[in-house]
């Protein structure tokens, strides 16, 4: 346990630097915003090129891994919204707790994460797991936010607006990484020395840039724990990685790989959820309470998992 925390206690320690900068406001707002533009625009995408290009296209798309992920995924979110709305007839609120519970934190925390435990190999797992939760848990929620936020949307409208937020997920700087990553590693193709070197850099960056921003994003926003937020925080970091440990002993998903996947289910939630849902006219009081306390729980039951699991480190 003490070589996991090892590895662990750094990468959360950064998330801790920087709550501790916007709480003292050594940060202002655009300076959190300019962080994250780095992070998001120009830092993470190179690092998911290099992950992706530097193994063969067949490694990213093993079928028992996907189909695992995405069947866990599947039942934590119906089976969070149906919760829900025992207690709610809201719908676009159920929506949105079911998206908070489902949506990991795999771009700023996950990558960094696999990438401090050292080994290399693990990365294409990470990237199935961010394609999947994009491609399914995203696009799903926006599909199901644009059916219950208005009875007086026609069906063309509706329609329009989906494919215009699918449209824009495609264009997101990350899954342009990973396209880019994916063409290279199918080509064969090689980056100049040079352009290799600034790649390198920009996605060295990415890691303590990540990690620094989820902290300082955190700073501002306040934590009222109730029983919606404490369920959510339980759902996300102990029931979606326990199903998910099921899931991959039941698709006999190679170890190496399902212990990627389960590290991935016990991600805290990500602030895409929070921003989302709150474009839709979701009340996000809950949310944003569960992403901060369980951004800091994770780093426990990250670790616990990890031990758990007997990750090798290095």
């Known amino acids: 346990m003490l070589t996991v925390l090892e590895v662990t206690i750094p990468v959360f320690a950064l998330v801790l630097c920087g709550w501790i900068a916007a709480r003292r406001r050594l940060l202002s707002a655009e300076g959190i915003d300019g962080i994250n533009t780095f992070v998001f625009m120009f830092a993470l995408p190179p690092m998911l090129f290099r ?4 193994y063969p296209v067949s490694e990213f798309f093993d079928i028992r891994f996907v189909a695992a992920y995405l069947v866990t995924g599947l039942i934590i979110f119906f089976g969070t919204q149906a919760i829900s709305r025992l207690e709610s007839t809201d719908r676009t609120q159920s929506i949105g707790l079911a998206f908070a519970a489902t949506h990991g934190n795999i771009g700023y925390l ?159 939630t990500a602030s895409n959820a929070f921003i989302l849902s709150q474009r839709y006219g979701v009340d996000t009081q809950a949310m944003g309470a569960a992403i901060v306390l369980g951004t800091f729980v994770a780093a426990a039951s990250v670790s616990c998992i990890i031990w758990l699991l007997a990750i090798p480190i290095g």
């Open 110 to 268: 996950g990558l960094p994460l696999i990438a401090q435990l050292g080994d290399p190999r693990r990365l294409p797992g990470i990237a199935m797991a961010l394609i999947v939760d994009i491609f399914v848990v995203i696009v799903m929620s926006i599909v199901l936010f644009e059916f219950a936020r208005s009875s007086n949307q026609t069906a063309i409208s509706r329609g329009a607006q989906i494919r215009k937020s699918i449209i824009g997920l495609l264009k997101t700087p990350l899954i342009l990484g990973i396209a880019a990553g994916l063409l290279f590693s199918s080509t064969g193709w090689k980056l100049p020395p040079s352009a290799d070197t600034f790649v390198k850099l920009l996605g060295s960056a990415a890691g303590p840039c990540a990690l620094f921003a989820i902290g300082a994003s955190l700073g501002s926003r306040k934590a009222v724990i109730d029983r919606t937020v404490s369920g959510l925080v339980a759902i996300k970091l102990l029931v979606h990685p326990a199903l998910m440990a099921l899931a991959m002993l039941l698709f006999r998903v190679e170890p190496g790989m399902a212990a990627v996947g389960i590290l991935a289910a016990g991600l805290p």
């Open 51 to 54: 992950a992706v290009s530097a």
